[in-house]
């Protein structure tokens, strides 16, 4: 059974930088408005999370690790939704079952702070014969989670992240798309000094803080929409930030959130570099950064949430009225 566990585990956490996407967005669910990233041996060793967000209650930490523990599922109706968010209680699970995984977490109703840790999906010990329950200890306000030795009783999955400074820079690029699409949110990387944005400011500011000076004053912005009754379920909002002509990167830097989730879709990211044809030379690519809100019922929940493609209702429509949107700006700003 733990072996079949493993692998599911596996499916879902694919890697480092999968485990801190994970871990970032239950920070962001938190409330939290500080986001803190310790990384060791390209996360392999170490992926420690610190967040200043609720805290869990000490009660909820026994059971905290279990698969389909979630506190995001308030009632029965919100089931297709929220499933479509990836709130379903697989993430903290999974790790369990592929590292060693231990809490510190804080709530501002208690007055002490709690560590757990776990192992294949149950709390555990922190010494063998002691009680398996939370233990008491100093901490602030919201919550660390620490992942040591991912994969270490997966060795053919250990085997194939060898490359730590690969695993690295993947970790530092979600940490980077997330700062992006967070710009009032403080995240710091303590072993990436690259990556320290500083809170309020705007996402075009972010971006500039993060990909480098140059890239700000040739950025246009779009917003695109449905246009329709914005309740109905097939509306939709866009937000874009797009390099002009002047800026030429050697490969597309691409950024997509889907209702604050960062997703991966190469048809969406092919059709907009199609709208750079005739613009960019060859052999130049653009950023481009699409934040898209969708009714999450439209969201195919069939597809696992952290499969790596999207896929959605109408996928095509809004595809290409977000590239005629770009079009357009591009047009505009050539003249
Ligand atoms: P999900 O996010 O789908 O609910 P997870 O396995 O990612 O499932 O997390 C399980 C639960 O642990 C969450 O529902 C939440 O209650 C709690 N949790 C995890 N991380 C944090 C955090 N950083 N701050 C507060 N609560 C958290
Ligand atoms: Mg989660």
Redesign the pocket.
């Known amino acids: 059974e733990s072996l079949i566990n493993r692998i599911a585990a596996g499916e879902i956490i694919h890697r480092p930088a999968s485990a801190l996407k994970?871990?970032i967005?239950?920070?962001l669910?938190?409330g939290?408005t500080s986001i803190r990233v310790t990384v060791k041996d390209g996360g392999l060793k170490l992926l420690q999370i610190q967040?200043n967000?609720?805290?869990?209650r000490k009660s909820?930490l026994p059971i905290?690790a279990e698969r389909f523990?979630?506190?995001?599922l308030s009632n029965f109706s919100d089931l297709s939704r929220i499933s479509t968010y990836?709130?379903?209680?697989?993430?903290?699970?999974s790790m369990s079952h592929v590292s060693h995984l231990s809490v510190v977490?804080k709530t501002r109703s208690e007055t002490c702070a709690y560590r757990a840790q776990y192992s294949d999906g149950k709390l555990v010990p922190a010494q063998p014969g002691q009680a398996a329950e939370p233990k008491p200890c100093a901490g602030n306000d919201g919550?660390t989670?620490t992942i040591e030795n991912l994969f270490y009783n997966t060795p053919t999955r250990l085997s194939a992240l060898r490359n730590t400074s690969e695993e690295y820079s993947r970790i530092l690029d979600v940490l980077t798309k997330y700062a992006i699409h967070n710009p009032k949110i403080s995240f710091a990387g303590s072993s990436a000094p690259d990556l320290s944005t500083t809170a309020s400011s705007t996402i075009p500011q972010a971006i500039r803080m993060l990909y480098g000076q140059s890239i700000q004053k040739d950025l246009l912005e779009a917003t695109t929409s449905s246009g329709d009754d914005q309740k109905k379920p097939e509306s939709w909002t866009s937000e874009a930030y797009f390099t002009n002509a002047n800026y030429q990167s050697k490969k597309t830097i691409f950024l997509l959130f889907i209702n604050h989730r960062l997703v991966e879709s190469s048809r969406i990211k092919r059709a907009l570099e199609g709208v750079y044809n005739g613009i960019l030379p060859k052999g130049a690519f653009p950023f481009i950064y699409l934040s898209l809100e969708i009714d999450p019922r439209s969201v195919d929940v069939n597809v696992h949430p952290t499969k790596k493609e999207v896929h959605f209702l109408n996928e095509e429509d809004i595809t290409m009225k977000i590239c005629d949107a770009l079009q357009e700006k591009l047009a505009e700003k050539s003249q």
């Open positions: 994970e871990l967005e239950n920070c669910d938190a939290s967040d967000g609720c805290g869990i909820d905290l523990t979630t506190s995001k990836g709130f379903r209680g697989e993430a903290l699970a977490t919550t989670i």
